[in-house]
T-cell receptor, first 112, second 116 residues
Framework: GESVGLHLPTLSVQEGDNSIINCAYS??????FIWYKQESGKGPQFIID???NMDKRQGQRVTVLLNKTVKHLSLQIAATQPGDSAVYFC???????????WGLGTSLAVNP | KAGVTQTPRYLIKTRGQQVTLSCSPI?????VSWYQQTPGQGLQFLFE???????NKGNFPGRFSGRQFSNSRSEMNVSTLELGDSALYLC???????????????FGAGSRLTVL
């Protein structure tokens, strides 16, 4: 399944399917992007990051894609598991003031 | 190694009171950032400290303040509490300034403040 982070805050997928969580960032000068996962009752946890000189980066079961032309970032989760149920945040950094700017988050629900 | 520790985890205050929240970063981490998290506003940056100096500040009123000690532990204080201050306050530490690309934020579990 797919979602646009700010327009569809909830994404529901079947266990075993691939998930795609989208994020539209605001600043064309942003040069660093990061994804965090927040489970209920916990603080956000780092998943993966990418610099603007790359358009793809892979981790364990996760891939981040960056499209600078349309200022779009996506997180792909392969073979989604119940433990992936959480709120996923993207964040951008423009480098000047070193502050991360966070999206509102997308809630991922994995159905067994 | 121990993660980021925040205390207290839960607290209830009344309007007009003040509150102090504490954060112990990961050993060796020198940067500490504070965030306010609410359902409607998401994660809002409060401030960041590095080597006992405030490096960055978000758009919060002066009622919100913080400090960092020589051992990198940090506290934040909110005075004259308002109902709207009810939120989860998150602390995060990193080796260096967050967003540098080489040093990601490690978050604590947060302090959940309820203002009645």
């Amino acid at each position: 399944g797919e979602s646009v982070g700010l327009h569809l805050p909830t994404l529901s997928v079947q266990e075993g399917d691939n998930s795609i969580i989208n994020c539209a960032y605001s600043n064309s000068a942003s040069d660093y992007f990061i994804w965090y996962k927040q489970e209920s009752g916990k603080g956000p946890q780092f998943i993966i990051d990418i610099r603007s000189n790359m358009d793809k980066r892979q981790g364990q079961r996760v891939t981040v894609l960056l499209n600078k032309t349309v200022k779009h970032l996506s997180l792909q989760i392969a073979a989604t598991q119940p433990g992936d149920s959480a709120v996923y945040f993207c964040a951008e950094n423009a480098g000047n003031n070193r502050k991360l700017i966070w999206g509102l988050g997308t809630s991922l629900a994995v159905n067994p | 190694k121990a993660g980021v520790t925040q205390t207290p985890r839960y607290l209830i205050k009344t309007r007009g009171q003040q509150v102090t929240l504490s954060c112990s970063p990961i050993s060796g981490h020198r940067s500490v950032s504070w965030y306010q998290q609410t359902p409607g506003q998401g994660l809002q940056f409060l401030f960041e400290y590095f080597s006992e100096t405030q490096r960055n500040k978000g758009n919060f009123p002066g009622r919100f303040s913080g400090r960092q000690f020589s051992n990198s532990r940090s506290e934040m204080n909110v005075s004259t509490l308002e109902l709207g201050d009810s939120a989860l306050y998150l602390c995060a530490s990193s080796l260096d300034t967050p967003g540098s690309g080489a040093n990601v934020l490690t978050f604590g579990a947060g302090s959940r403040l309820t203002v009645l």
